[in-house]
């Protein structure tokens, strides 16, 4: 079975950690939304640990619909007052949507790819527009601090951008 591997990791896990009575608010008040590439590790990456933070993952780390309930629910029922929207060099999500979809057609072999995969050839860009649009929504805004920063996946270095 191809999860089996995994299964069996969680059982030794589940036994190393018995039953944890963590709360549900993020412990340092922190809600990091970012990509969901592999050579990010959210919670180190700043000095946290579980329980500590709210982490939303989407590809290129953008604001979506989606993302932002994250961010509503985590600032009004989940303990946030800080959120950290982080970018990262060497994402698979920059570029153009052109070339997104054709490297997707020759993976898939379908010709005609009715999907938006949301590439970013303005990565940085983007994330400011982000960053702004949270800062500017009603349920959000007024409620957390918000944040932009740029991560180098080589160096591990985090640098706050706006
Ligand atoms: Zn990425």
């Given at each position: ?24 608010q993020?412990r ?15 919670l ?5 640990e ?14 979506g ?8 629910l ?7 007052n ?7 060099t ?7 949507e ?7 057609s ?5 010709a ?49 951008l706006?």
């Amino acid at each position: 079975m191809p999860f089996n591997d995994l299964l069996a990791a969680n059982a030794a896990y589940a036994a190393t950690i018995g039953h944890r009575q963590l709360e549900r608010q993020a412990r340092a008040g922190v809600c990091i939304l970012t990509c969901m590439d592999c050579r990010i590790d959210p919670l180190p990456m700043v000095g946290l640990e579980f329980g500590d933070a709210k982490v939303l993952r989407t590809p290129g780390g953008h604001l979506g619909p989606q993302s932002l309930v994250g961010c509503v629910l985590a600032v009004h029922l989940l303990g946030v007052n800080r959120i950290m929207v982080v970018s990262h060099t060497k994402c698979a999500a920059s570029g153009t949507e052109a070339r997104l979809r054709e490297a997707i057609s020759a993976s898939s072999g379908v010709a005609a790819i009715d999907m938006v995969f949301g590439a970013d050839s303005d990565r940085l860009g983007h994330l400011t527009a982000d960053v702004a649009a949270l800062r500017a929504h009603e349920l959000v805004g007024d409620f957390a601090e918000i944040a932009g920063f740029d991560y180098d996946v080589d160096t591990g270095r985090l640098t706050q951008l706006c």
